[in-house]
Every structure is written in C-alpha cells, then in structure tokens.
C-alpha cells in the first residue's frame, strides 16, 4: 500500500527524485523506483570501467527516461538512445530529456524495443544496452501485484507467463548493437537472477555474466559482456 501511495504523492507533485535528481513524472510513465538506483550506478561504473571515449548507451524500455537521463548527466561524453512503446512514456522521457538540457546528446524513440533503432545504423556500435523490462509475472498482477495497476500502466509491469518475456526478447536482439565487449545489464525481479543469467549463458553471445545484489544480499542487476564472435 506504501508504494501506491508514494506513487499517488508523486503523480500529484508531478515530480520525483532518481539518482539525487529531479525528474518530471505523469500517469502513463512508470514512476521511477529506489530500486532501479542499483541498475543506474552498475551502468555508470561499468561504463567507466569501460574507459572509452564518448560511449554510445541504449535505455532499452526507457520508462520516464531516469535512466537515460542519469547516465547522460553522470557521463557528460556518452551519447544516449532511448525507446518504449507507449505514448506516455515516450512524452515524459521527452520532457526530461528537454528539462535537463540533454538534446543534444540523448534521444527518444517510440517503438516494439528495438524496432525503434532500426533504421539509425547503430548495429555493432553500442557500448552499453541497459534495460529495465516489465518483470511480473500475469498471475502475479491477477493476485498479489494487482495493486500496482491502479495507478500506473499494465505495460510497464506485465511481462508474460513468467515475468521474464522482455528479458528473453532483448537478450537475443542485443546482440545485434552491442559491439565486441559491450555490455549488456538487466533489472530482474527478486529471485528471478538465477533465471535471467541462464538466459544469456545460454545465448552464448555474452560472457563475464555477474549478478549485482542490493543491501540486503538479493540479486536485483543481471550483467553481461558481449563476446568477440558467436560461438
């Protein structure tokens, strides 16, 4: 019930806080989440880690565009592309991108994840893809979750039978844009770490898969690195 509440207080302030920085929120986007700070501060040290120069970043379901916007604002050089599928989510990116004077580095997409980027020759360029998918399961949002619906949109929690079918679906097409020893990382609901690093390890496309765990000792990042060639 706190959740829905702290969502309400937000919707109605029209704003929150991600990262230390203000973001604009409105019904239609997900309000962005404490939680999802783990997967922003993996993406930055992994991006610094990476030490190349003007990094090129995916946020694949970009949401409200808090990620996208943190990274870009944390790594002054990188180059941003953002997607999602819905109108909602796509005009509040919109609005924070504009808000924190990033259009000239960021962009955002409208589209079914990576049919967004299609056309903008990106293939093999990409340093970092970083996605926070839908990642509950139906039964879930009939049961348990269903409060999450009454506020905020089915699409930014419904992901299939198993809470895992964004995850399946950008594991394969990743591959695409990653460059040899790009990055790839995950959000995953709780217990679902265990499955998602499966899913790469069975690709065979990534290697140096890890898992990233919060304050309590639960693993909430899935990563991985692009390998130089398929296996």
């Not at 702290?6 to 990262?19: I, P, Q, S």
């Not at 960021?106 to 020759?121: N, P, R, T, W, Y």
């Amino acid at each position: 019930m706190s959740e829905v509440i702290n969502v309400a207080k937000a919707y109605d302030e029209g704003r929150t806080l991600f990262m230390g920085i203000e973001l604009l929120v409105a019904p239609g986007a997900l309000v962005p989440r404490p939680e999802t700070e783990l997967l922003c501060a993996s993406a930055v040290d992994a991006l610094r880690q990476l030490n190349v120069a003007e990094p090129r970043v995916i946020d694949m379901c970009c949401g409200a565009g808090n990620l996208a916007c943190a990274i870009a604002l944390k790594i002054p050089d990188a180059s941003v592309w953002a997607s999602d599928l819905t109108d909602g989510c796509v005009t509040v990116a919109r609005r924070n991108v504009a808000y924190h004077g990033l259009t000239q580095r960021m962009s955002v997409l409208q589209g079914d994840l990576f049919d967004a980027f299609s056309d903008l020759s990106l293939d093999g360029t990409i340093d970092l893809i970083v996605c926070n998918p839908p990642y509950i399961s139906e039964t879930r949002l009939r049961g348990d979750r269903a409060p999450l619906l009454e506020l905020e949109p089915r699409e930014a929690f419904a992901a299939g039978p198993y809470g895992l079918s964004i995850h399946m679906r950008v594991t394969k097409d990743a591959v695409r844009y990653l460059r040899p020893g790009g990055i790839l990382l995950f959000e995953v609901g709780s217990g679902q770490e265990r499955q998602v690093t499966t899913l790469l390890e069975r690709n065979k496309s990534y290697e140096s898969i890890s898992v990233v765990t919060n304050e309590t000792g639960e693993g909430r990042v899935v990563m991985g690195y692009r390998k130089s060639t398929r296996a």
